[in-house]
């Protein structure tokens, strides 16, 4: 079955960018059909959609974060990365990176991001 890794650093300083990857086994991201997306979840709130990157490479993102986000993928590596510039701690989360097709979706197990400086 398909299983998702998020990857990066777990504390980024005020001002610099939040880069994370998700690496992608059992499955290919280019695969007809599916959504490779960036979810996360603030201490103490609700599920955020970040935005996502599809089987052919387009992006979509959160109107409240597109201006600070940017979605990739790397297809040899069967990787897609996360880059989120000029973050606050506002910005702290458990970010998670997964997959959607019709009917279902998998979750990586998410990993922990903290804003400080």
């Keep these: 079955q398909v299983q998702l890794q998020e990857s990066g650093p ?3 300083k ?4 939040l880069s994370l990857t998700c690496t992608v086994s059992g499955g290919s991201i280019t695969t007809n059909s599916y959504y490779w997306n960036w979810i ?3 201490p103490g709130k ?9 089987y052919r490479g387009n992006t979509r993102y959160s109107p409240s974060l597109k201006s600070h986000t ?8 069967n990787q897609f990365t996360l880059q989120l510039s000029s973050v606050t701690p506002e910005d702290t989360a458990v970010y998670y990176c997964a997959r959607n097709v019709l009917g ?3 979750w990586g ?3 922990q991001v903290t804003v400080s400086s």
Excluded: H, M
Aim: glycine share 12%; charged share 20%.
């Design 10 to 12: 777990g504390l980024v």
């Design 46 to 54: 609700g599920l955020e959609w970040i935005g996502n990157i599809d």
């Design 109 to 111: 197990q998410g990993t």
């Design 104 to 106: 279902t979706t998998a």
């Design 14 to 17: 005020p001002s610099q960018t």
């Design 40 to 42: 996360r979840q603030p």
């Design 70 to 77: 940017s979605i990739s993928r790397d297809t040899s590596k």
